[in-house]
């Protein structure tokens, strides 16, 4: 049985505790922002850019958390220390979610009341991580989805937020065309925009080409793999890009906080470049893994094999 402990508007209590009212606005409109941050040898990484941006997002949507950022910092690293004894050593996720409360209209039923909720979970990698372990090596392949994006103009995709059933019926799309295929969205102008939860680079001519950042989550992880070009002195544009720019493209890959690179080498049915993982995807990779100290793609075989016994 898990005996992590989840902060809960200021107490610690155990997981399988955790709960909010059928009520919370977070359930009757997905009113909620939240973020996600991993370690690495159980070190929050970037931690201080995902809490920047999980208050932007609260901004946006007009939550106040009664926190400052500070103290959001230090609840954070107090939630990473109590639980350190029950992780095993395993890396881990650190989600943030914070909710508007339960509405008014039900003020009577909420336990809890009808204040703003704050809860930071961890939870080890093992399952996040092992199952994308092949992909480092085989690649991913991405499709464009019927599901486009949707506009900055009526929900900003800076923000966020949990409001996302866009990105699963993209999903659904996607293990339709082809079962594994992962989901790539497009904007009115057809334009890409980003995966389900992801951000997407592209490579013609040794630079580095990612879409622009107004119809974007604007990931960490595309910043920290941003930042690894620049010092490996790779160019990077941000620019608008088609479906015909990544038929054209000699390598790709996504970004995200779990997994941070994974190499994309199908597009639409057809390969890649050569349909490999390129040279630049690999001189990036091997960057990141020094930079963290981890061997990222190993890391992920490891769990892959610890996974098939592993429980929460």
Not at 239 to 264: G, H, K, N, Q
Request: charged share 25%.
């Amino acid at each position: 049985m898990s005996r992590r402990l989840v902060y809960f508007n200021g107490a610690f209590i155990p997981e399988r505790e955790a709960r909010i009212s059928i009520f919370d606005s977070a359930l009757m409109y997905g009113d909620m922002v939240f973020e996600m941050t991993r370690s690495f040898n159980q070190r929050p990484y970037r931690l201080r850019e995902h809490l920047e941006r999980l208050y932007a997002s609260m901004r946006y949507a007009e939550i106040d958390c009664g926190l400052t950022l500070d103290e959001m910092e230090a609840a954070t690293r107090q939630t990473v220390e109590r639980n350190l004894p029950a992780l095993d050593g395993l890396d881990f996720q650190i989600m943030h979610d914070v909710t508007r409360g339960a509405l008014p209209l039900y003020d009577t039923l909420v336990t809890e009341g009808t204040a703003p909720i704050v809860s930071i979970n961890v939870f080890p990698l093992v399952r996040h991580i092992g199952h994308a372990a092949e992909k480092y090596e085989q690649g991913a392949h991405f499709v464009v989805t019927p599901q486009g994006a949707v506009p900055a103009r009526y929900i900003d995709p800076k923000a966020k937020s949990r409001s996302r059933i866009h990105y699963r019926i993209a999903d659904l799309q996607a293990g339709r065309m082809e079962p594994g295929a992962m989901a790539l969205l497009t904007d009115e102008h057809g334009f890409i925009t980003e995966g389900t939860g992801n951000n997407f680079f592209t490579v013609r001519d040794n630079e580095i080409f990612t879409p622009r950042p107004h119809n974007i989550l604007r990931g960490v992880s595309r910043s920290a793999c941003m930042d690894l070009a620049a010092r490996l002195d790779i160019p990077v544009h941000e620019a608008d890009l088609d479906p015909y720019d990544v038929r054209a493209a000699d390598e790709a890959w996504f970004t995200s906080t779990t997994v941070c690179m994974v190499p994309i080498t199908r597009f639409n049915f057809q390969p890649v470049g050569d349909g490999l993982p390129g040279p630049i995807y690999r001189r990036l990779l091997a960057a990141w893994s020094e930079e963290v100290g981890v061997d990222i793609a190993g890391q992920a075989r490891r769990y892959a094999e610890l996974a098939k016994t592993w429980k929460p």
